[in-house]
């Protein structure tokens, strides 16, 4: 939005890459992918997105090129459901666990997440087709999607 503040050509082209690039279409991401490599592909999606938003950034600001504070390239942090993807990794196919136990073998973030949390997100992993659930509620089973 600020390049467009500046009603010159480079800000509205810089201003254009950037919504192009937002609203950019995108196959079905998980087709064919581990979970390692979709988070490994984001992290260096996003690096790229910050190195584009860094190159217009200092063509449109040369004089000032450390005024705007920009993330440094990121270390993704895993979230409820790579957590919960990671327990069934380690788990033989076809192994069906609650969410009680999902927390138990999670670690710590899966511990202080809370089970509603977790079941949540394995709710989640299931519409997104990564898990199959058998039953309802707190005594709901999840397991991997054979």
């Known amino acids: 939005m600020h390049a467009k503040s500046l009603n010159t050509d480079q800000a509205w082209q810089a201003y254009e890459m950037l919504v192009d690039e937002y609203y950019r279409l995108?196959?079905?991401?998980?087709?064919?992918?581990?979970?390692?490599?979709?988070?490994?592909?984001?992290?260096?999606?996003f690096n790229e997105k910050m190195r584009r938003i860094r190159r217009v950034y200092r063509a449109i600001h040369p004089s000032?090129?450390?005024?705007?504070?920009?993330?440094?390239?990121?270390?993704i942090l895993p979230t409820i459901q790579d957590k919960i993807m990671q327990v069934f990794e380690k788990l033989p196919r076809g192994t069906l666990?609650?969410?009680?136990?999902?927390?138990?073998?999670?670690?710590?973030?899966?511990?202080?997440?809370?089970?509603?949390?977790?079941?949540?997100?394995?709710?989640?992993?299931?519409?997104?087709?990564?898990?199959?659930?058998?039953?309802?509620?707190?005594?709901?089973?999840?397991?991997?999607?054979?």
């Open 97 to 146: 666990l609650t969410s009680y136990e999902i927390c138990r073998l999670g670690g710590t973030q899966l511990r202080h997440a809370g089970t509603d949390a977790v079941r949540q997100s394995a709710d989640e992993l299931v519409t997104m087709g990564l898990l199959t659930k058998e039953g309802s509620g707190k005594a709901a089973l999840y397991g991997l999607k054979k």
């Open 26 to 45: 995108r196959s079905n991401p998980l087709q064919g992918y581990s979970l390692e490599r979709l988070l490994t592909q984001d992290r260096l999606e």
């Open 64 to 75: 000032e090129p450390k005024s705007l504070p920009l993330p440094k390239e990121s270390k």
